[in-house]
């Protein structure tokens, strides 16, 4: 194993990624029809054509535009773009058992949702587990068994890129974990977070 998937910098596609080991993170990875590249293409040039303050320092610069860079993602993604599938009760329901299944063992789960196009969770993944791997296998099984339910013709289910966010302290654990619980009332999806079924807010 890289020690450096473990711990440190790295860059990913078009997100870089920061690693703590034994750290929580805010993990986001959406359908493959959800952000078009031509999309994302146009996102990144106004993003890298934003103006700061001298006085910030380039960490804090980069900081500002990825904050706006998922804002803008997330304002995307809320709309309904794509398909949506993972709207459907029996493929939601396939995201959240994966998700859910090696809770205690491969990581800890502190919150999660699954959106009609997107998903968020919050974890800590356990010692020597990767976030990488951690992500990699939830979408390697559902993409499987979606694209299997849904007949749908090869290809990807899911976008390669995943964003994720080190979680620095616990006012911005908190922060976090009522960002996932509300986002399906954010998106006009339901009145109450609890009302969405698939979701750790939901009622059991």
């Not at 296998?137 to 890129?161: D, I, M, N, V, Y």
Request: with cysteine.
């Amino acid at each position: 194993m890289n020690e450096h998937l473990l711990h440190g910098f790295h860059q990913r596609g078009y997100l870089p990624h920061l690693k703590h080991e034994g750290a929580s993170y805010f993990v986001t990875f959406r359908l493959a029809d959800s952000l078009p590249r031509e999309v994302l293409d146009q996102l990144e040039i106004e993003v890298s054509a934003l103006r700061f303050p001298t006085s910030f320092s380039p960490a804090e610069i980069d900081a500002e535009k990825n904050r706006e860079r998922r804002r803008r993602i997330e304002v995307f993604l809320d709309q309904g773009s794509g398909s949506c599938c993972l709207r459907i009760p029996e493929i939601g329901r396939l995201v959240a058992d994966a998700l859910r299944h090696f809770d205690g063992e491969r990581y800890a789960l502190e919150a999660w949702v699954v959106m009609p196009n997107h998903v968020h969770v919050l974890l800590q993944p356990a010692a020597v587990r990767t976030l990488g791997e951690i992500v990699k296998s939830w979408k390697q099984f559902t993409s499987t068994r979606a694209k299997r339910l849904l007949a749908l013709p090869p290809g990807r289910f899911w976008q390669p890129e995943t964003y994720d966010h080190w979680v620095r302290d616990d006012a911005d654990r908190v922060r976090i974990v009522r960002y996932i619980h509300n986002n399906p009332v954010k998106a006009d999806l339901c009145a109450v977070a609890e009302d969405w079924p698939w979701s750790s807010a939901a009622k059991k």
